[in-house]
């Protein structure tokens, strides 16, 4: 199947930028829906962006005005740019592709990345 390979994850201090990326591989004609979810110790996984492929894209308030959804569908990849990065951003980032049409006309569903740490400390 499809995988999603996430990165860019790592430690950084409060304030500071990460851009995180998630490169799909396999033979694919489109993605419908794909997003970027969080999990922080302790607590639910949370959608953190989601963005369609027609462009829109959608925000948890704790970063809208912080972080920047995007994706380049010609490499079937999306990428999280993180600005102002609060303690509180801490988690395990994850990446998703709700609906992969594959070449084959073959359908996937709700595909996963491994997630790739992200620590904002001082």
């Known amino acids: 199947q499809v995988q999603l390979v996430e990165s860019g994850g790592g430690l950084v201090q409060p304030g500071g930028s990460l851009r995180l990326s998630c490169a799909a591989s396999?033979?694919?004609?489109?993605?419908?829906?794909m997003g970027w979810y969080r999990q922080a110790p302790g607590k639910q996984r949370e959608l953190v962006a989601g963005?369609?492929?027609?462009?829109?894209?959608n925000y948890a308030d704790s970063v809208k005005g912080r972080f920047t959804i995007s994706r380049d569908n010609a490499k079937n990849a999306v990428y999280l740019q993180m600005n102002s990065l609060k303690p509180e951003d801490t988690a395990v980032y994850y990446c998703n592709a709700d609906r992969i049409l594959r070449s084959s006309y073959r359908w996937e569903f709700n595909v996963w990345g491994q997630g790739t740490q992200v620590t904002v400390s001082s």
């Open positions: 396999g033979s694919i004609a489109s993605i419908n829906l």
């Open positions: 963005i369609t492929s027609g462009g829109h894209t």
